[in-house]
């Protein structure tokens, strides 16, 4: 009896943990849409977010969707081989990675990298009081430091996974084209016949949710981040677990949603 008392108190703890941090980011999700809207507009500031969040994290993302691709080639050939159907490859990994597993992978590689940079950064300057300075001279710190790193996360993600869709369909043709014997414009014939324009917008039209959620969650750990530097690992932390959990499960409802447009 004891037992399940505690265990009915810890699911009620964690319950409440949830919707406490669910509101504080709803919250915080209003404040960042005020911010967007007051001038002077942060247009550099923007502009070198970007790089930061795209041009440094353009590596990491093809090295991960042109492995996938391959992988995906690899596993769909054994399937298809058993009903004589190998040399349609293409149109599995074609429709993987541009409907799903382009955009998510990116998104939660993104939440690990750049997640975890933006708390880190903001947490570091939360803890030595530099948030509080900006206050002080009357500065905005949603205007000068949320907004631009959040409406960058927005900007970049769809143009990062349309580099991961490419790329991981690559992967797929050199796997089939060397390993599976596939003639490359039949693999490129099937692709080209497989995909139509609402699979590829269905699956970039999830990428900018994804980085408002690796915004957001990101720049509101950071800004929250007490207790010193174990206070910017924890937010640290949190950031790529919290964004990793709301990317897959938000997933699933603009997968939804997309299907029913």
């Known amino acids: 009896m004891t ?9 009620f703890d964690m319950g409440g943990r949830f919707l406490t941090n669910l509101g504080g980011l709803s919250v915080f999700l209003a404040r960042t849409a005020a911010a967007s809207l007051k001038r002077p507009f942060e247009f550099r500031e923007v502009i070198r977010q970007m790089y930061e969040v795209g041009n440094k994290s353009l590596t990491i993302v093809a090295i991960t969707a042109i492995f996938t691709g391959m992988v995906l080639a690899l596993q769909t050939a054994v399937g298809l081989t058993r009903f004589g159907a190998k040399m349609y490859v293409g149109s599995i990994v074609s429709m ?20 975890a940079g ?16 900006l206050r002080a001279i009357g500065a905005s710190p949603m205007r000068k430091l949320v907004v631009p790193r959040v409406l960058a996360c927005i900007l970049v993600m769809p143009l990062l996974a349309a ?12 796997i089939s084209t060397s390993e599976l014997h596939v003639n490359w414009n039949f693999y490129i014939r099937t692709v080209r016949d497989t ?16 980085g408002l959620i690796i915004g957001i969650v990101a720049c509101h750990n950071g800004l929250t981040t007490r207790g010193g530097t174990e206070g910017v690992g924890r937010a640290t932390t949190k950031t790529v677990v919290t964004a990793s959990i709301a990317i897959l499960v938000s997933d699933f409802f603009l997968t939804k949603l997309f299907l029913l447009l």
């Open 96 to 115: 993987s990675m541009v409907r799903e597993l382009g955009p998510t992978l990116t998104a939660i590689i993104m939440a690990g990298r750049v997640g």
């Open 3 to 11: 037992a399940l008392i505690s265990a009915l108190r810890a699911l």
């Open 118 to 133: 933006i708390s880190a950064e903001l947490g570091s300057m939360a803890v030595t009081e530099q948030v509080d300075a």
């Open 163 to 174: 580099i991961a869709d490419v790329l991981g369909i690559l992967g797929g043709a050199v």
């Open 195 to 210: 995909l139509v324009l609402r699979d590829i917008t269905s699956g970039l039209g999830k990428a900018p949710f994804f």
